[in-house]
T-cell receptor
Framework: KAGVTQTPRYLIKTRGQQVTLSCSPI?????VSWYQQTPGQGLQFLFE???????NKGNFPGRFSGRQFSNSRSEMNVSTLELGDSALYLC?????????????FGPGTRLTVL | DQQVKQNSPSLSVQEGRISILNCDYT??????FLWYKKYPAEGPTFLIS?????DKNEDGRFTVFLNKSAKHLSLHIVPSQPGDSAVYFC????????????FGTGTRLKVLA
């Protein structure tokens, strides 16, 4: 079974631009969560989608948004990029309820904002 | 406010010895805890979990201990191997049913051969 895939793996943008990251979960997994990893901050939860609905949201500004498609693939979008948005963005999938179901992470997308 | 804290950013241990990674939390509503391991250029991989109804869970060389009164958990790796060198994250989730984990900032473990 293929793992969680994320595209692109690396991205360089400039301040003010917007960016869209993609995540394909493991086949059969319906929950997709997004995290931001920065040095010193660990993994910070962005949001979680289940069956095309946002089920939970972290404490990030509205510039960060996401969506999930009927095939469970998910995208996250960051508008009006800031230097502080430079980070590794990870998505994780699980079968249903990520609270107790094991989450499987993708390799991440490294975003650099110049 | 960091609800899950890993106060040691790094740890070095000799091969064959015990590695002990610590994690403290502040939210008394947390009732499910996990440890993840992360190698460079890869996503975190699940290692072991523990529910608050237990105080210990073992899986091979890995044991997690939970002290609810102290709001503290620890991961023991015995014996440590060079392949265990990675960043370890602890994570916690609440009993309220929100579907998110709160992660710590990670501890980089280096096992010396």
């Amino acid at each position: 079974k293929a793992g969680v895939t994320q595209t692109p793996r690396y991205l360089i943008k400039t301040r003010g631009q917007q960016v869209t990251l993609s995540c394909s979960p493991i086949s059969g997994h319906r929950s997709v969560s997004w995290y931001q990893q920065t040095p010193g901050q660990g993994l910070q939860f962005l949001f979680e989608y289940f069956s095309e609905t946002q089920r939970n949201k972290g404490n990030f500004p509205g510039r960060f948004s996401g969506r999930q498609f009927s095939n469970s693939r998910s995208e996250m979008n960051v508008s009006t990029l800031e230097l502080g948005d430079s980070a590794l963005y990870l998505c994780a999938s699980s079968q249903d309820r990520p609270r107790t179901d094991t989450q499987y992470f993708g390799p991440g997308t490294r975003l650099t904002v110049l | 406010d960091q609800q899950v804290k890993q106060n040691s950013p790094s740890l070095s241990v000799q091969e064959g010895r015990i590695s002990i990674l610590n994690c403290d939390y502040t939210n008394s509503m947390f009732d499910y805890f996990l440890w993840y391991k992360k190698y460079p250029a890869e996503g975190p991989t699940f290692l072991i979990s523990i529910s608050s109804i237990k105080d210990k869970n073992e899986d091979g060389r890995f044991t997690v201990f939970l002290n609810k009164s102290a709001k503290h958990l620890s991961l023991h790796i015995v014996p440590s191997q060079p392949g265990d060198s990675a960043v370890y994250f602890c994570a916690a989730s609440e009993a309220s049913g929100t579907y998110k984990y709160i992660f710590g900032t990670g501890t980089r473990l280096k096992v010396l051969a």
